[in-house]
């Protein structure tokens, strides 16, 4: 069955994106229009002036409404940023019932238990994910109900972040004129992108390079068991190679872009790039090793931070789909390559499957997150009238 399109919402570091897609009976998400817009006002994925990411937004919403040929009136939002963190929690009820037969009572009670977690009064729940149920000892339990046991339990992960950043990215789609049908956290969507099912049930991490975050999330176990966002991607890159080789950051980010490799090559010592003055910078030579040696510094380091997040006792485990790279960074040369190394798994570029539509959205790696968005809100629509839930959790 066909659906009627949706719209996702991307307010990125780099780049605002608006997606409109819709459902096809032959299980392919059909994008139709795309509106694109380079970001100001926005920094390490958060709001920072609103006035500025509200103008890229609404200019973005009409680019994708002539690309779509149809009026935008609600979106499905992406949240990203460092603020965004997990918990695992443990949810415990007791079977009460004479013939201890667990019912849907009983899964609704260790659920809103396994939610009830303290975090800090300005921080918001995003997403309670179930991962394992529990029938007193008996692990892996895929649904509980109708098994007899005198105690049923169940592991959650929960992701939270910063309640007034979440609410900022919120008002700029509300003063855009949007309601907000729902909300996802960008590296679930990625996941939702770019993982097929074989991968989810081997067990996979994905990492989405942005241009001021990096989001991850990982599969293992038959659960998602991590996930997260850290306030470093390839602004930082582009940052470090102008600090480094004194050039104009503009030129930084098309010498990363364009000559840039996550790996130094000791064949690029003697290779020298000639830098035109501008900006008030002089003109120069710089050896591509250079280069190289302070992305690849960079990318190690991001890499180490994504790790550090992540529980040893996963790495372990056999997570057969190894490392997926996706996002706007994620196409540097020789980046998989260390990803393997720092991980000591198996890596590969992450691409949207199941898409059709726009050829450059299918393809493109930088377009996970809005794809995935799209994904999320066909298989779960709003039970509420749009904006409901939304307008409910952080205006009440």
Request: proline fraction near 3%; hydrophobic fraction near 40%; aromatic fraction near 4%.
């Amino acid at each position: 069955m066909q659906s009627l399109p949706i719209a996702s919402v991307e307010i990125g570091t780099h780049m605002v994106r608006v997606l409109v897609g819709e459902h096809r009976p032959d299980n392919q998400l059909f994008v139709t229009g795309l509106g694109e817009v380079e970001s100001s006002g926005v920094r390490k994925g958060e709001i920072v002036d609103l006035d500025n990411a509200l103008a890229c937004l609404k200019l973005a919403i009409r680019q994708a409404e002539e690309s779509a040929q149809i009026e935008i009136f609600s979106g499905h939002v992406v949240f990203s940023g460092g603020h965004i963190e997990s918990v695992n929690n443990r949810g415990q009820v007791l079977v009460v019932n004479d013939d201890k037969v667990i019912t849907r009572e009983e899964i609704d009670d260790v659920m809103n238990n396994a939610r009830a977690i303290n975090i800090s009064m300005n921080r918001q729940i995003l997403h309670s994910i179930c991962q394992h149920f529990y029938v007193d000892d008996q692990a892996g339990v895929v649904n509980p109900e109708g098994m007899e046991g005198a105690r049923l339990s169940l592991d959650m992960l929960l992701l939270h972040g910063i309640h007034n950043r979440i609410r900022n990215t919120i008002r700029v789609v509300e003063e855009a004129h949007l309601d907000v049908e729902d909300a996802a956290f960008g590296g679930l969507c990625s996941a939702l992108a770019v993982l097929t099912s074989v991968q989810k049930e081997g067990g996979a991490i994905v990492i989405d390079i942005g241009g001021g975050t990096t989001d991850y999330i990982v599969y293992a176990n038959k659960a998602i068991t991590h996930a997260g966002s850290i306030a470093v991607g390839g602004d930082h890159i582009t940052n470090d190679i102008a600090l480094g080789l004194k050039i104009p950051t503009t030129r930084a980010e098309k010498l990363k872009v364009e000559m840039g490799s996550a790996k130094a090559q000791h064949g690029h010592r003697g290779q020298m790039i000639d830098i035109p003055s501008e900006s008030g910078y002089e003109g120069k030579q710089i050896c591509l090793h250079d280069l190289n040696t302070i992305i690849q510094y960079r990318v190690e380091e991001l890499l180490e931070l994504v790790k550090e997040q992540i529980d040893r006792s996963v790495l372990k485990h056999k997570l057969s789909a190894g490392v997926i790279l996706t996002g706007g960074g994620a196409g540097m040369h020789g980046l998989a390559g260390v990803a393997e190394q720092a991980f000591d798994l198996p890596c590969n570029l992450g691409k949207p499957h199941n898409v059709s539509g726009i050829t450059q959205v299918a393809e493109g790696t930088q377009y996970a997150v809005g794809l995935g968005m799209l994904r999320y809100g066909l298989r779960n629509p709003p039970r509420e009238p749009p904006g409901g839930w939304i307008r409910r959790i952080f205006k009440g």
